[in-house]
Every structure is written in C-alpha cells, then in structure tokens.
C-alpha cells in the first residue's frame, strides 16, 4: 500500500512534466485512490476477494497484465 501510495503521489507531481499531464495527474489520482481504498476494505476481505477471482478466471488475469503492460509503455511514451 505504501509503495502505491508513494507510486501515485510521483505521478502527481511528474504530471506536468510529461506529455500528457491530465491523463498523468489522473492516473496517479486513480492510484493514490485505490491505495486509500485498500486501507478502508482491509487487507482481509482484499486477499478473499482475489482469491475467489485468481484461480477460475486466467483469461482474466491474462487481460489485466495486457492493460498493465499498456499502461506501464504509455507512461514511458509520456514522460519522454
């Protein structure tokens, strides 16, 4: 959580360095966001809900690295 946390507030701040500040400074909100919704649901009922999710959907699982990697080289893209 804390990494999260930390991982947004820097995309926060770089956003107006980069190509694309609004899409930036939004998807550090999103991230600092669902780093203070992991606090308030609690690490307990986060590990239940992965676990019913993780071991009958790989499709899906295969779907969100797919969306990580896009997101991982747009931010690259962005700040270059």
Request: proline share 4%; no cysteine; glycine share 8%.
């Given at each position: 959580v804390?990494?999260?946390?930390v991982f947004g507030l820097l995309l926060i701040?770089?956003?107006?360095e980069t190509?694309?500040?609004?899409?930036v400074l939004v998807l550090g909100l999103?991230?600092?966001l669902a780093a203070l919704a992991?606090?308030?649901?609690g690490f307990d009922q986060l590990r239940a809900f992965?676990?019913?999710w993780?071991?009958?959907r790989s499709g899906l699982i295969r779907l969100w690295a797919l969306?990580?990697?896009?997101?991982?080289?747009?931010?690259?893209?962005?700040a270059n």
């Amino acid at each position: 959580v804390g990494i999260r946390m930390v991982f947004g507030l820097l995309l926060i701040l770089a956003a107006p360095e980069t190509r694309f500040p609004d899409v930036v400074l939004v998807l550090g909100l999103v991230t600092l966001l669902a780093a203070l919704a992991i606090l308030v649901v609690g690490f307990d009922q986060l590990r239940a809900f992965v676990e019913r999710w993780s071991p009958t959907r790989s499709g899906l699982i295969r779907l969100w690295a797919l969306v990580a990697i896009a997101l991982g080289a747009f931010l690259v893209h962005a700040a270059n």
